[in-house]
């Protein structure tokens, strides 16, 4: 068993019976996915209905014919799992690397309990040793970049192979966010980055989760949020 399994095996233990769940994004969620789906398909677990955080995550559960519901019909949520891109020791986190931080963030502002599922490679000290992903507006996204380079950082339209703009699920193109030293202040950042006009969302989550579930080599650490 790999530490993206082992820890999606933890995090299942958190889910009973009736729960109403937000399903999230990315490599290790999807093994959370399969694993539920599994239970469901074979009765251990019953009555389950998710709401489904990206494009692909709609793809995988219905695959397992878990079944699905809109923050529409179903605007409190029980339980979200997701993963994450980076974790610093307030449990602040990075996320939207998988093209879906919009939608991500919206079902997790409506959950109950967020829990993160990482392996220890995502801990960092600070904030922003890989990339910042914001979703930005088509118009215009030429001046965000000029924007954002001038913030300290090193701002970049995110491209596919084909040298085309990456489009993430709700439509709008990626920039990507390079700090030399980590974010010194997220929460300016975040401030700055939400009052800008065509920013549309950043990927930091600040404060949000409950839980950090990390898988190592020597077992599961849980990790929860003083509040």
Same mark, same amino acid.
């Given at each position: 068993?790999?530490?993206?399994?082992? @820890?999606?095996?933890?995090?299942l233990?958190y @889910?009973?019976?009736g729960?109403?769940?937000?399903?999230?994004?990315?490599?290790? &969620?999807?093994?959370?996915?399969d694993?539920?789906?599994?239970?469901?398909? #074979?009765?251990? !677990?019953? #009555?389950?209905?998710? @709401?489904?955080?990206? $494009?692909?995550?709609?793809?995988q559960?219905?695959?397992?014919?878990i079944?699905?519901?809109?923050l529409?019909d179903?605007?409190?949520?029980?339980?979200? /799992?997701?993963?994450a891109?980076e974790v610093?020791?307030?449990?602040? !986190?990075i996320k939207? +690397?998988?093209r879906?931080?919009?939608?991500?963030?919206? /079902?997790?502002i409506?959950?109950?309990?967020?829990?993160? @599922?990482?392996?220890?490679?995502?801990?960092?000290?600070?904030?922003?040793r890989?990339?910042?992903?914001?979703d930005? &507006?088509p118009?215009g996204w030429?001046?965000?970049i000029?924007?954002?380079?001038? +913030?300290?950082?090193?701002?970049? +339209?995110?491209?596919?192979e084909?040298?085309?703009?990456?489009v993430?699920?709700?439509? #709008?193109?990626? &920039?990507?966010?390079?700090?030399?030293?980590?974010i010194?202040?997220?929460?300016?950042?975040?401030?700055? !980055?939400?009052?800008?006009?065509?920013?549309v969302?950043?990927?930091?989550?600040l404060?949000?989760?409950?839980? /950090?579930?990390m898988s190592?080599? $020597?077992?599961?650490?849980?990790?929860?949020?003083?509040?």
């Amino acid at each position: 068993m790999n530490l993206k399994e082992q @820890v999606a095996r933890q995090a299942l233990t958190y @889910v009973k019976s009736g729960m109403v769940l937000g399903l999230g994004s990315g490599s290790t &969620a999807s093994y959370f996915i399969d694993l539920l789906g599994a239970r469901l398909r #074979n009765g251990e !677990l019953g #009555n389950i209905v998710g @709401v489904a955080t990206s $494009q692909g995550t709609e793809r995988q559960a219905r695959a397992w014919g878990i079944p699905l519901s809109t923050l529409a019909d179903q605007p409190r949520l029980d339980l979200t /799992v997701d993963g994450a891109d980076e974790v610093d020791p307030d449990l602040n !986190l990075i996320k939207g +690397l998988g093209r879906a931080l919009l939608r991500e963030k919206i /079902v997790e502002i409506h959950s109950e309990r967020l829990v993160i @599922v990482v392996d220890e490679s995502k801990l960092v000290r600070r904030l922003g040793r890989g990339p910042l992903p914001l979703d930005m &507006a088509p118009f215009g996204w030429e001046t965000q970049i000029r924007w954002l380079n001038s +913030l300290g950082c090193r701002a970049e +339209l995110r491209l596919e192979e084909d040298g085309s703009p990456v489009v993430t699920d709700d439509g #709008n193109y990626m &920039a990507l966010c390079h700090f030399q030293e980590g974010i010194a202040d997220p929460y300016r950042l975040a401030r700055m !980055l939400a009052d800008r006009p065509g920013i549309v969302e950043h990927g930091l989550f600040l404060g949000m989760a409950d839980e /950090v579930l990390m898988s190592t080599a $020597q077992g599961t650490r849980v990790l929860r949020r003083e509040r």
